[in-house]
Nanobody, 121 residues
Framework: QVQLVESGGRLVQAGGSLRLSCAAS?????MGWFRQAPGKEREFVGA????????TYADSVKGRFTISRDNARYTVYLQMNSLKPEDTAVYYC?????????????????WGQGTQVTVSS
C-alpha cells in the first residue's frame, strides 16, 4: 500500500503563492490533487500522469495552479499562484493504480492525510 505525505500548507494572503508537496513511497503513480472546503464536498483540483507529461485541471484553478513531479524523489507538487480566499481548503493528494490519471475520487486508491491551506482576504 502506497503511503502519501503532504506538506506545505499554511496561511497566505490573497494574491500570494504556495507550493504543496506530496511524497509517495516506493514507486510512481498517476497522481491527483483534491481539496475540501468547510461544509463542502471534496472536489478535484488537478492530476498528473506517471511520466509527468500530461496534466489536467479543474476550471476553477486553470491558469493559476500547476502540477509537476520529480520521479527521482517520488514527489508531486502543486504550485498555487494568485490565491483567492475561495481556495481555502484542506488539500489532499491521491495515488491511482490505474494506467492513467482520473478526475474522479473513486479511481484513486491511496490518500494523504491532507494539508490545510488558508487564504486571507
Amino acid at each position: 500500500q502506497v503511503q502519501l505525505v503532504e506538506s506545505g500548507g499554511r496561511l497566505v494572503q490573497a494574491g500570494g503563492s504556495l507550493r504543496l508537496s506530496c511524497a509517495a513511497s516506493g514507486r510512481t503513480y498517476p497522481m491527483g490533487w483534491f481539496r475540501q472546503a468547510p461544509g463542502k464536498e471534496r472536489e478535484f483540483v488537478g492530476a498528473i500522469s506517471s511520466s509527468g507529461l500530461r496534466t489536467t485541471y479543474a476550471d476553477s484553478v486553470k491558469g493559476r495552479f500547476t502540477i509537476s513531479r520529480d520521479n527521482a524523489r517520488y514527489t508531486v507538487y502543486l504550485q498555487m499562484n494568485s490565491l483567492k480566499p475561495e481556495d481555502t481548503a484542506v488539500y489532499y493528494c491521491a495515488a491511482s493504480s490505474a494506467l492513467t490519471y482520473s478526475t474522479t475520487e473513486r479511481d484513486y486508491d491511496a490518500w494523504g492525510q491532507g494539508t490545510q491551506v488558508t487564504v486571507s482576504s
